[in-house]
């Protein structure tokens, strides 16, 4: 039987996962703008309005440490950090387009090697995502596979009914033990889901623009693609699905920590060695590394497109580069 | 694979040129030396505390005793730092990352290793597993370009191996001085001349390149002339692997990484992807 939440229940089932000790990260205000972070209280939960940077954060900081050093009398001695001591998280009210990306993410994270740190925040955090009833001109998740009401990626998914309240439906087993759990929060019945927001994107054809990319890597297109990229990296770090890192080490010879961030194939200097070798040397070898990563290579390894639609590289970008022009020009190309 | 960085402590330290450093390290404790090994052209990743991490192919083969030989340039932050420490001093270990050379699939072959600078480092890991094991390979030639003479680093244990391991051996440089007789210490040209004049039965043999980006597409010219297949032309990728663990994504080339796929590539797998040479 289908089950429904009203906004109170929910704000106060965030309040009795908070009092459990949980971490809950949801889209909150900050400052002026929304953004995913861990959130104190039930009322201060934002639904509806897409955060200004993705979810991926929640399982792949923007910068986390990944060891520290310390020098003693026997020299210098490493600690790895303790995956295992993550919190268990809840994160609520992500749209489609950012409730599906971490399961995009598990291919890479897991492919050769297990990378704990983002394994473990997988594991012990339930998606709870949000069907879109609105869209911006920048929303393109219909182009390429998902839509406003698609659950992939969610153990559960909450749907806006007319009057109020969400239809919250159980995804995945995980999903389902959690409704179990707090079935008292629940109502039955019927309700009538408001009619979910309707992208203007049409689908592209992924596996033709995969087929030209295969067989263009010098086309003079990419020239004319990245002439304006400024190489900011604002497109990646906002990306659900970008997930460049860099690890740096910070301290001093006696104490320190090495760090994991974000990075962007974008930089200048991503590629760059010490002795000056750059394999990347202008902009649109690296523009075009950032279109074949996410719509041949990935696709090629892992069977996906490392794309979920979100927009956020649309409205972001400084000098208006819109990733949809780019491949609706390179399908037109026979 | 040794996943946390583990101490080594710094047994030697020699200079090689005046940028250019020689260390011996030694893995500290017994239970990781005995479980470390690698194949030649494998890489390890590095670290000083308080500067960071970089990745190196030791010029070594591994023992038991957990040795690790490496030739540093002083170019960045992490070699800078590397070069002021000391004899006794630490540094941190992990990997080996990468492919390596395919040993195996060397075997019963004719082979030429052609080193430029300081791309001598895997190809004398390479040479020291041939000669230890040099009746499972054909002849071997090994061809080392540099600058000028006094840039053939470890000109002389190459030559002690290919005298005990039935190696030819040949050197070039770009320019050298003249002695009193008006002679020059050594042949002057690019590799590329040295091939000119080598007998190569291409089809049972493999190459093997290690040197300056430059170096690469005009030794892929010349063995391609020469005959060579383009899988049995072995190219050893420089790029700026970070995590070695085929994620953080700096060393992608095409849909390759280097940190997993390579660094060893044959030049079939790299012909169609611009930029990788």
Redesign the interface.
Known sequence: MTKTITEQKLRSLMDLLLKEGRRVVAPRQAGSIVLYEPIDSGEQLVLGIMPRRSAKETFFPLCETI?T?G?DGN??M?S?VDAGAFPETILVGAPPCDAAAPAVLDA??S???N?EFFLERRKKTIIIGLACTAADDACFCTAVGLSPRDDKGSDLFLTPVAGGGYLCDAVTKKGKVFLDTYASFLAGGEAKPLPSAEPAATPLDLAGIKDWLESN??SPLWQEFADRCAGCGACAFLCPVC???????E????K?A?RKSW?A?GFGK??????G?N??DIQN?RYR?RI??KF??YQ??FGQTLCTGCGRCVRSCPVGIDIRAVLEEIQAKP | MIETPVPAVILAMKPLAPDILFFSLQLDTGTVSSNFSFVPGQFLQISAAGAGEAPFSPVNLPGDDGVIELCIRKAGHVTAKLHTLQTGDYVHVRGPFGNGFPVKQMEGQDLFLLAGGLGIVPLHSLLSYLVMHRQRFGAITFMYGAKEPSALFLRQELQDMACTGNIKFMVTVEFAPEDETGKTSCNIGLLPDLLQGAIITAERSYAAVCGPPALYKCLVGELKTLGFKEERILLSLERRMKCGLGRCAHCAVGQDLCCIDGPVFPYSALKGIEGAL
Do not use: Q
Request: negative net charge; glycine residues 6%.
């Open positions: 060891l050093y020098k020299g210098v490493v790895d890479v994270f492919w050769d090697y990378d890597f010098e997930h460049c890192f860099d690890i740096v080490d301290g001093t010879e006696t320190g090495r990075d194939c991503f590629t760059n060695h010490a002795s070798h394999p990347r070898k590394n074949m990563h041949k290579y090629d390894k």
